[in-house]
């Protein structure tokens, strides 16, 4: 019997074929590859009848599924809740305002154009995002990468990025009653925000200690097989529950990325990432109706210029808003003025939920197309376009805006009881959410256990018993978790007027925990003579047992914020310990990291054949590749493409050196790479007998032994990179690099250990 090739694997030769062939065309013209790959798709889609069409669309469907999890598990990777946390206020302001009116000008437009109300709502949706990749692009290419104004749009990229996610599930709801509810939506994201603090604290708690603990198991395989399994483990949860798979792909990354493994993570998953993403981006060309396109060019006309002058002002009056100067407003708004990958998947979400028309889809991806092109203009016509202002605009209106920028730059640090308000509604919030989410796990699961072993009333009565005892320390929290005690002091014998917000904050905590205790009951049972008694009884545990509790509290936020920083802990303690190892002047200069060229010529050859130590003036202080960190490279280190490199330098010979890296470093004569295998570095002690040795120079050294003297120790001060006419002292102990049969020979020769 025959057996049939089957056409899900024809079909993958198909796309994957095409979409190399495009691959190699648009890395030639300097294109982003996502048009690429949709391109490839309209070219294998049953739109053009000039190439074999995808036969089983519905399994590409599935696949393209898969790859946008990876898509925005990867997103996660790169995002970290901190990160958001860090914007900044500036940011923050600057993109809401900017998604906010975008959002409503492009539904306004939608719904003068005709189309129905969901196509206009999906349309806002879809143009609330910037293309990350087109703008890091752009700014490599222009070199805008360091400036000022960067940062703000990189904290704006980020903010977005969230908002998007939010939106979607918001989008979603509204797809399945097909209306706007006010109630509902706001039950919506109640729901959504209890779930992604209970998930995050939990993961954060969790996740990290799990790595530690299975430490050295983890090698690459065995780590993207478990961020892997984790991934669609929080998808099938965020399902579970009624939220997009999107944004549990995402919440699972965002929490990888607090570890210390988010870099490999991301490196290991590179490679399965680029095949289902590129098989989902060609399943969006799939779509793409170029009859469809012609027929609605003047809607893409219009959203195009929505996309380029919408965001481009309202950025710019956000930045301005949020006390920015007017140069870097215009320039920060000049480089937000497109959509991307995102809008793609808004698009696809409304089609796939049935709630959009076809032609919303080609309308994203003709408006992606042209904002990809008008872009890197855009940015560069920045400042003669804030030029242009500055000189038509009224000067009464110029130095409203610097007074404006100026008054907002230096606003004043936080009074006590704002401080003392922030810290009291973080601290009630986040153990309340805790509380609640302990409760819903033991009704949901050790309840419904409990009731096929053991009577109603029993399992009940268990369920409780376990609920309040898990919950006792953050029961405990609400109350005995307080700010500081000098500051509340503090507040207190300020003004007597104090006096009264302090007692109703602490009647506020009594509430909360009241409350909680009511909750939990009437979860179990309905008795309200019981739950007096209940209360009385736990209140007097809290109390009594208020060191106990404390001790627990403790250790679980001692943990949890450990997780939180790991990170930055060893990332702290490698720079003392870098800075342990060098002795250099750091008054002038400083480490700066950098990212070695993917096709720089310099690939493979040995770091003292590149003599970058006399031509620049710097040094190397560490090389970071993936996970592992080369302390103190020796000159037969060789550096690999996207290896980051720490410099020591001034700010002039750092600036210097980054210019040498921006055009891909210089050619290295071919015959001076040869001969590198038998290379090796020893460490020698220089024995006070040994008269032939002691009291020569490094040169001579070095000339003896055809190498490199790394270093010199003496009396436990280790020197690094000595000149040649350093004296050489009875009992130096030297780091020597050299060819291993000339060492050897070095070594026995004068009787070196």
């Known amino acids: 019997m025959e057996e049939h090739l089957p056409k899900i694997i024809i079909d993958l030769g198909l796309i994957l074929g095409v979409g190399a062939i495009t691959t190699l065309i648009f890395k030639r013209i300097n294109q982003p590859l996502v048009l690429g790959y949709i391109i490839a798709g309209f070219l294998v889609g049953p739109h053009f009848t000039y190439l074999p069409t995808v036969a089983d669309e519905h399994s590409i469907e599935i696949w393209a599924k898969i790859g946008v999890i990876f898509l925005l598990f990867s997103l996660g990777l790169e995002f970290s809740f901190k990160k958001l946390l860090n914007v900044g206020g500036s940011a ?78 918001i989008l979603s709801t509204m797809a399945v009653s097909q209306q706007f509810d006010g109630a509902e939506m706001f039950s919506s994201l109640i729901k959504l925000g209890f779930f992604l603090v209970v998930w995050f604290l939990g993961g954060i708690f969790v996740i990290p200690s799990f790595l530690r603990a299975i430490k050295k198991y983890l090698d690459d395989e065995t780590l993207l097989i478990l961020s892997i399994g984790l991934c669609l483990g929080m998808v099938y949860i965020a399902d579970s529950v009624g939220f997009s798979i999107e944004l549990g792909a995402f919440v699972m990354g965002s929490i990888l990325a607090e570890t210390i493994y988010a870099e490999k993570i991301e490196h290991t998953l590179q490679s399965v990432k680029t095949l289902f993403a590129t098989i989902f981006f060609v399943s969006i060309g799939m779509m793409i109706d170029p009859a469809s396109m012609i027929e609605h060019k003047w809607a893409i006309l219009v959203v195009t210029l929505i996309t380029i002058f919408g965001k481009l002002l309202f950025t710019s009056v956000g930045a301005l808003l949020s006390g920015q100067p007017l140069k870097q407003s215009v320039q920060v708004g000049m480089s937000m003025a497109q959509i991307g990958e995102f809008a793609f998947i808004v698009a696809g979400l409304g089609l796939s939920l049935g709630v959009t028309s076809d032609f919303l889809f080609p309308v994203a991806v003709g408006v992606s197309a042209i904002t990809t092109f008008t872009t890197p203009y855009l940015m560069k016509s920045s400042e003669k376009t804030y030029e242009i202002l500055n000189k038509i605009l009224p000067q009464k209106v110029l130095k409203s805006i610097d007074r404006y920028s100026s008054d907002t730059q230096h606003i004043q640090d936080e009074n006590q009881w704002k401080m003392i308000l922030t810290r009291t509604i973080k601290n009630l919030a986040l153990n309340t959410v805790i509380v609640i989410a302990i409760a819903f796990f033991t009704k949901s699961f050790i309840l419904i256990m409990l009731y096929d072993t053991v009577s109603p009333f029993l399992a009940n009565l268990i369920t409780l018993v376990l609920t309040f005892f898990i919950s006792a320390p953050f029961l405990w929290a609400l109350v005995g978790n307080r700010v500081s005690k000098q500051l509340m002091t503090d507040f207190w014998h300020e003004s007597k007027y104090n006096r009264a917000p302090i007692i109703g904050l602490f009647a506020l905590r009594i509430l909360f925990i009241l409350g909680l205790i009511v909750f939990i009951y009437y979860q179990f049972f309905s008795s309200e003579i019981a739950v007096a008694l209940l209360i009385v009884f736990i209140l007097t545990a809290l109390y009594f047992l208020s060191k106990h509790f404390n001790t627990i509290y403790s250790i679980i936020q001692n943990r949890f914020l450990y997780n939180l920083n790991e990170r930055e802990i060893i990332e702290e303690k490698r720079q003392a310990q870098l800075k342990d190892n060098y002795q250099y002047t750091w ?53 690999y493409p996207l290896d980051e490199i720490g410099i020591i330098g ?22 001076s790479v040869k001969d590198r295998i038998d290379i090796t570095m020893d ?24 190498g490199i003297v790394v270093s010199i120790e003496r009396d436990g001060i280790i020197s690094y990179n000595p000149d040649r006419d350093v004296i050489i002292e009875a009992g130096d102990y030297l780091t020597i690099v050299a060819d291993k049969k000339k060492l050897k020979e070095f070594i026995k020769t004068y009787n070196l250990k």
């Open 92 to 169: 923050s302001i600057t993109a809401l305002v900017e998604i906010i009116c975008i959002i409503a000008v492009g539904y306004y437009a939608g719904q003068l154009m005709g189309w129905s109300q969901m196509d206009s709502i999906f349309l806002g949706g879809l143009l609330a995002s910037s293309s990350t990749t087109i703008i890091i692009r752009a700014f490599d290419e222009l070199k805008l990468k360091r400036k000022k104004f960067a940062n703000v749009v990189f904290g704006i990229l980020i903010v977005e990025d969230i908002v998007v996610i939010l939106l979607m599930v």
């Open 587 to 639: 008054d002038n200069t400083h480490i700066s990291e950098m990212e070695v060229p993917r096709h720089a010529n310099f690939i493979g050859v040995p770091l003292g054949e590149l003599n970058w130590r006399t031509k620049f003036h710097i040094n190397i202080a560490y090389i970071k590749r993936g996970d592992r960190i080369i302390q103190m490279p020796t000159s037969t280190d060789v550096l």
């Open 650 to 671: 001034t700010d002039e010979q750092i600036q210097k050196f980054e210019k040498y890296l921006s055009i891909i470093g210089e050619s290295i004569p071919t015959e």
């Open 683 to 706: 460490k020698v002690v220089i024995p006070k007998g040994v008269a032939d040795v002691a009291y020569q120079d490094v040169g001579w050294v070095k000339d003896t032994t055809h």
